[in-house]
């Protein structure tokens, strides 16, 4: 990869790699997807006391209501990844593709 001026080059031979390594990161992250659709919700304080029970609204809060909520954040990311998982497999496709018809040009100019 470089990254001069701010642009990524990715050699073509590193993209299935690259590729294979998002597909785990999202693996991965299926458990902790499946609480942020839940809303990592606290379905009840520790005990019955202000304390518990004002912890459990400030964490529903922070977790799963509203914007900048974890659970936003986390399918946020969920989708950036998906997003970053079809890009590289357009780019691998067309790369392919552009394999395919420069092999197939070739072979045409080396035929007797």
């Given at each position: 990869m470089?990254?001069?001026?701010?642009?990524?080059?990715?050699?073509?031979?590193?993209?299935?790699r690259l590729k294979l390594a998002y597909q785990q990161a999202?693996?991965?992250?299926?458990?902790?997807?499946?609480?942020?659709?839940?809303?990592?919700?606290?379905?009840?304080?520790?005990?019955?006391?202000?304390?518990?029970t004002g912890f459990q609204t400030a964490f529903n809060s922070y977790t799963g209501d509203g914007s900048g909520s974890i659970r936003e954040q986390v399918t946020a990311f969920e989708l950036r990844l998906r997003e970053a998982i079809d890009k590289l497999g357009a780019i691998q496709q067309a790369y392919d593709r552009n394999e395919t018809g420069t092999a197939a040009v070739l072979s045409r100019q080396l035929e007797p």
């Open positions: 470089d990254t001069r001026n701010g642009d990524l080059r990715l050699q073509p031979q590193a993209i299935p999202l693996g991965h992250l299926e458990a902790v997807l499946a609480d942020a659709r839940s809303g990592f919700r606290m379905e009840r304080p520790a005990m019955m006391d202000d304390a518990s």
